[in-house]
Every structure is written in C-alpha cells, then in structure tokens.
C-alpha cells in the first residue's frame, strides 16, 4: 500500500549483498539549495511490516516535526516576546551580538547546528566580551528550545570562550567631577547619576525599581539584584538626593509608571524596551568618559574615604560581608544606621572626594568587589 505524501517511504536495498536488515525507511526533508532532493533514514529493519512501524511512529511525534522545521532566528524571535512579555529586558551588547556576529545560523535548525558551528562563530570575534555576549543569545535560544522540545540537546554549553581581562577601566569620578554634577543638578540625567553615586545601586538596580518600592518617608528604597545578599535589601535615601528622588517619585505617578525612573528621550534619560538604559544616558552626558558603574565605585570610595564601615557600605550596596552566615544575619545593621552613613557622605559645588588635608585618595583598588 502507498504511504500518504509527507509520511515517509519504504525501499529494499538492491545490491546482491545477503542482508539481515534489507529495508530502509526514509523520511523526506525537502530541497537543499540546489533543488537536490535531502532525505533522513530512519533505520534499517528485518522485514517491510517493521519499517512501516517505525515509521508510524516517527510520523506520530508532532514534536518531531516541529523540530526538523523551526530555524534559530525564529526560535530568538520567540525569545525577545517571551522576555517582553516578562519585562526581562535583554542588554543591547547581547542583542549586537546576534545581530552582528550570528547571521551564519539564523537560517539553521538546531537540528543542523553543533558545537563545531557555533565555536566558528565565537572564534571569528577576538573580543572577549563580544564573544560572551553570542554565547549569551546561544544559552538563551537553547533554554527557550528544550523547554518547548524544539531541540534535544544543549551544544551551547560545549563552546570556550577567551577569558575576560580584569577591567581597569571602572573609575571613580574626581573632586572636580562631582563639584559639576552638583552645578548641574537642573538637568534630569544628573539627577539620576547623583542617585545612582549616592546609593551604590548597580545600573538595572535603579532601572527596575519600582514605585511600591520607594518609601520617602522612611528614606529607602527596596530592591537589589545580582546576588542573595543584594536582593530586596534596604537601600538608605541620603538627604542630599531625596529631592531628586522625590522629583522622579512624582513624575511615575502623574505617568501611572510601574518603574521609578519613566524614561525622557527630550531629558538624556534614553530608554531600552521601554525602560530607563542607564549606560547611554551616562555615555552621553559624559561623552563616554563615565559608564553607570563608575558611580557605584565613587559612591565605595567616598564611603571609605570618609571612614563609613565596610559592614555598612557592604549592606548598602548588597554584597555578603563574610563566609559566616550566622553572623551576617545578626550583624545587620538598622534602617537610621544606614541613613546615618549616607547622610555623612560630602555633596554640594564644593564638597571633595576625600577629606581636606588627608592622604586618602580615590582608588579602583578598594576590598568590595562590585
């Protein structure tokens, strides 16, 4: 009997040669580029009747199917609505590296792609940090496809990458830096790097932070991201800033916005999937001398500069004190205490990153890693 078109066909081998398994069953992929015919064997069996059965059962498996047809562009494209419906907003340096440097195997099936494919790729970029950005689109693709069975296997986890050199580029802002930002605080961005320089926050810290969150009342702010210890922790609101974030608190709400910081592309508050990106907004304001982490250190630095204990600055800016978790537990420091330390810290035109007289200066070199 004829098998319906798309199913698959029977043939048996006609070489001379005595066989044990002389059926093959095929299933048929389509035309390659050059119009020749692509065929996969599903097997070779005893008799005719076990190749039809093999395949009716390739045949039932819808997922199969599916597989053998979806592409790598699609299965990305699945993944930016996903991560938009989520509000999980991808990094532009991630979504370059596939746009520039992934183009190879948009058109490929999972099916067709390995590990030797995807290390070509990764290898054709000598920069490091380029290169963990594709392997960041190859993850994200892969833990998209097998939790919806459109791959079977993880090749992503399989490809080296070169390893990053440690950055010395992270500075903190100088004396004279800072004495223009507090000249220029009429400008919205300033604002918000000010914020940023006097919460230690990490740049999507301030990006996600949400409204519910913001307490002006009791001066702090809950949210955090990145580890246990950063997550959902108490980050104290320093008089200096409180009428920025004041400022920002009423603009989400005239805005009905989720998010503290309602992007303002008239303001240099520029946005990424329509939340605040803090790294262009910095990159051009300073004309990329200064990246939102640089403000992270300059708030570190000022509070060792101005002796505000490293139990304090480590709570602030949500990195564990100590390999003894009992004693970071009852060791934490109350709400006045943390506002307190940030209130302490010099601002103002003429404030200096460090006292007048001391030998103490603004250094990269400080004990918490950020």
């Known amino acids: 009997m004829r098998r319906a078109n798309g199913t698959g066909s029977i043939y048996k081998r006609s070489d001379n040669t005595r066989r044990r398994k002389p059926w093959v069953a095929v299933i048929n992929l389509g035309m390659n580029d050059k119009g020749i015919r692509k065929k996969k064997i599903i097997g070779s069996f005893r008799t005719h009747k076990e190749a039809q059965s093999a395949l009716d059962l390739y045949n039932a498996s819808p997922t199969d199917r599916v597989i053998k047809k979806i592409t790598w562009k699609q299965i990305w494209e699945r993944v930016l609505a996903e991560r938009e419906r989520l509000n999980k907003p991808i990094s532009l340096a991630t979504l370059n590296a596939w746009k520039n440097h992934s183009s190879k195997i948009q058109s490929l099936t999972p ?34 496809a097998l939790a919806n069975d459109l791959a079977i296997k993880n090749y992503s986890k399989f490809v080296k990458v070169q390893q990053l050199k440690k950055s010395t580029l ?21 604002k918000i790097i000010l914020i940023y320089t006097y919460t230690g926050m990490r740049s999507n810290e301030l990006s996600k932070m949400e409204v519910k969150n913001v307490d002006l009342t009791k001066r702090i702010m809950i949210g955090g991201s990145k580890t246990s210890a950063g997550k959902n922790r108490i980050i104290p609101i320093a008089k200096c800033i409180l009428p920025f974030v004041k400022y920002f608190y009423n603009i989400a709400l005239f805005k009905k916005s989720k998010f503290l910081i309602v992007p303002n592309l008239s303001r ?14 910095f990159e051009k304001y300073f004309n990329r001398a200064y990246i939102p982490h640089d403000a992270r250190h300059t708030f570190i630095t000022l509070c060792d500069n101005y002796g505000i204990s490293e139990k304090i600055q480590k709570q602030i800016v949500g ?16 709400i006045p205490q943390l506002i307190a330390a940030v209130d302490s810290l010099p601002y103002g ?12 200066v603004a250094t990269q070199n400080n004990s918490i890693q950020t």
Not at 349 to 355: E, H
């Open 170 to 190: 992270h500075k903190p802002f100088t004396t004279e830096v800072m004495q223009q930002l507090w000249r220029d605080t009429h400008q919205d961005i300033v």
């Open 349 to 360: 035109i003429d404030m200096q990153m460090a006292p007048r007289g001391s030998h103490v």
């Open 111 to 144: 099916q067709e792609t390995k590990t030797i494919h995807l290390q070509a790729l990764i290898d054709s970029t000598d920069s490091a940090a380029v290169q963990r950005a594709m392997l960041t689109t190859y993850h994200m693709i892969y833990d998209y």
């Open 319 to 334: 990195h564990s004190s100590t390999d003894n978790v009992t004693k970071d537990i009852y060791t934490h420091k109350t």
């Open 268 to 281: 240099g508050i520029y946005k990424l999937k329509g939340m605040f990106y803090a790294r262009e907004s």
